[in-house]
């Protein structure tokens, strides 16, 4: 019986969301037409942004004056939106595709905070300003967050939080989702990436270098945004609120800026055709951007991401590797090792990327392992560290940080939400923080040296390592990185928990 429902199960699962394989030919090619750039060929004339492909012409225009902060990983970011919250003096607006009431913001010493739960501190902040969240409805009874989920979720908030306006988005098509990830305070400041308020699927509450814990670590990348583009956010929550609600009267304020910020920045979107009557046709600025970025790449291109199943995407990357046949350029991808409800998928795209590079060098596929002590025999236990951020950088000067994954459902059927920059300041500086964590290094280390000689060297050094020690079940990894494995990885989470509590008796 069990083995019945697991397979129905996974009949399902490859059914409805693995899409890029799963789904009849139709829409395959519904997907392939959302996803041309062709329609944005041209931008307005006589902006400071017309000349550059990669700013998207359909959606909110590019923003000049800007300061941009990465934070990687929960703790990090989930800290700095608990201050700004904890600051607001006119408005929260909240955006997400899950939200659990008792999630903690803060946890000094890696344990929850009385003051830090997420229904405690939108409960004070709403007694004296407006706090409005709006969070997907949820999907069929199969796979979470189920409707019956999100009710419960919501009526838990309003009965201990009556002042929140929390109101629950059913436009979404029946197998999609409204995925966006975003938290504006005030105008003045916004936050946009892969980080959810929830513990739902996996606690996204992670420290850097991600040591053991119990349940998967969480690897992740939001991004704060201050200045002119933060009203973009805003405005995304407006429009939505409105389809939603039909309120269109939400308090408004100007964004602030300083005169010396200077990192152009846009918010761009996925927004599926007849969803929303402020974009009937659809919008499609995500993957706008990573395939103009993908066709000027000419040094090395790196990406993180839960999922890589576009084709789309995949066929950008393999023809990037034959334009720059020269030698001394790179592809780096971070993936999770297993992928929820999508490893065959992740799989069958890298062996593709792996035969077009043929052995030369230029493709390189990770994910991220921690490791540490445990009770065993051997006295180590390792784990994969799941990769949810939703990051690409390329050739240190432009990047991305948002929810959408490359996927058909993440670049043209689920609603998605990321910031673009051309700023080769941020670029680099991003890409260095994210390598010194999952190389074990630092960013003084990393900083003086190329980026194609650290990929071809302490990348594959450091995996060569990690693999080693896994393999033999026993020492102290020196960093994160191990070689992506194609096909089944020995021991599923599930089990590895079960041991771990048994052990525990």
Known sequence: MASSLSNLARYFARRFFRQDRFVPGRFRRRHRRYLRVRKYRYAPKGRWWSDDRRWFWGGCPPRARNQLTPLIDGQAAFEAMLKAINEAEHYVYITGWALT?????DRPEMLPSADGLLIDVLKRVSERVPVKILVWAGAVALFQPTKRMTAEAREVLLQMAPAIDCRLDHTAR?????????????????????????????????????????????????????????????????????????????????????????APCQIIRTIPRRTYPFARGGEFGIAHAYQTAIVRARKFIYLENQYLWSPEIVEALIKAMRRNDHGDFRIVLVLPAEADFGKYDNDKQVERLREADAGRGIFHAYSLYSGGAAAGPLGFSYRPVYVHGKVAIIDDEWYTVGSANLNGRGLATDTEMNAQAIDPEGARNLRLRLWAEHLGSTVDDLAGRDPVELIDGLWVECAAKVEEIIDRKWGVLPALVRPYQVGRVPGAWLLRELQGLLEGL
């Open 101 to 105: 009431p008792a999630f903690a913001l």
């Open 174 to 262: 029946p197998t999609h989702s409204h995925h966006q990830k975003a938290v504006v305070v005030d105008g003045r400041i916004g936050f946009v990436g892969g980080l959810d308020l929830t513990t739902l699927e996996g606690d996204r509450w992670d420290v850097p270098g991600h040591p053991l814990r119990f349940g998967r670590g969480w690897h992740d990348v939001a991004l704060a945004i201050r200045g002119e583009a933060a009203a973009d956010l805003e405005a995304n929550f407006a429009q939505r609120w409105a389809a939603v609600t039909g309120e269109r009267d939400l308090p408004r304020r100007d964004p602030e800026f300083d005169p010396a910020w200077h």
